[in-house]
């Protein structure tokens, strides 16, 4: 048999073959099946690129009514998960009440019938339609009220920022918020989408695929990195603290939260497009002097770490422009979820199209032939 090398990391090796998106971390180019990150953001929706990644072409002008159509009418979640909910401690995070709540929905669709395309389509929509509703109504009754109904005259975005505290959004901020779900909803052999994709491989269930893929974006290195840069933010609190911070960083060999990435050598073309939305609500909705803070950062960094291919990442201007909307930091991570949760979906079908379990190898490095000591001799 042939010896590997053992990659910490995994770094470099492929884990599947797949047509869902493309990545040149050199050159900064991000593409949905073949369409660029920057063409989707300007003229697509998110439930349009959903539908791209996922069933692999653009639908027609029906297929996509349909599509939404379906959303719209699946999105409420049953009376039973809402009160399982309630028993959620407060202050639990919203990423563990989401993973709790989407491998819970699985109590209720236990019928795994993987081969069949209405059970792959009812489950995509029903997943895509109530993880919005499950993020918001945790966020409701943590604060003590009771969570509000979707809303079937409102789209997909609108409805969710309607959902988290009953007002109607503003239309700038419900379609850039759109935008922001287009940019994070799929991204190559991510960490999540690599456990989405082991989950899946067992035949398992679609809730647990997602459930496991949502305990995996949680982690600061991954998705919960959003958070933790606004976390920063307030610490550093003013431009001149952005230099003595970076120093501190580099001298402990900590991680400064939303720069650097596996595959991205330049900036993050993502981070570039939500850099300039951060900028559409900042002028038509006032400015954020963590703003100041941020450019600062990324000028430091890239003095610093540029020559290693350091530089901000998707989570470091996320966080400003959900802040601008006046969404908790602590919902960053389970908003990147409800995004997500499409490409995990993309990834489910393709990995059942050609399933193979995965069981990688390892490189023993333990003992070998040993002893048994009695428990009174150790
Ligand atoms: C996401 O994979 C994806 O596609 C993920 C994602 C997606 O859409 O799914 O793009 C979303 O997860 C974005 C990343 C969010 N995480 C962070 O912002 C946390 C901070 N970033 C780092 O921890 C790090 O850059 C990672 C986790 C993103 C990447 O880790 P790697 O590839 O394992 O890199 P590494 O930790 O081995 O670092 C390599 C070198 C080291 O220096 P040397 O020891 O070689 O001298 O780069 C340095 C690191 O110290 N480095 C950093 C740094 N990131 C890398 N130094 C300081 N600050 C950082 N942020």
Redesign the pocket.
Known sequence: MMVCEYKP?L?GIPAAQSSISYVDGQKGILEYRGIRIEELAEKSTFLETAYLLIWGELPSKEELEGFEHEVRYHRRIKYRIRDMMKCFPESGHPMDALQASAAALGLFYSLRDLHNPAYIRDSVVRLIATIPTMVAAFQLMRKGNDPVRPRDDLDYSSNFLYMLDEKEPDPLMARIFDICLIL?VE??M????FSARVTASTLTDPYAVVASAVGTLGG????G?NEEVIQMLEKIGSVENVRPYIDH??ET?S?????????YKVK?PRAIILQGLAEQLFEKFGYDKFYDIAQEMERVVEEK?GS?G?YP????YSGLVYRKMGIPTDLFTPIFAIARVAGWLAHWKEQLEENRIFRPTQVYNGLHEVTYTPIDQR
Do not use: W, Y
Not at 313 to 316: L, S, V
């Open positions: 990391g770094e994070q991204h190559t991510n960490a999540s989408t600061p290195l991954h998705g990195a960083c580099l060999k991680k400064i939260m939303g720069f650097g990435h596996r595959v993050d770490l290693k350091i990442n998707i989570d470091f």
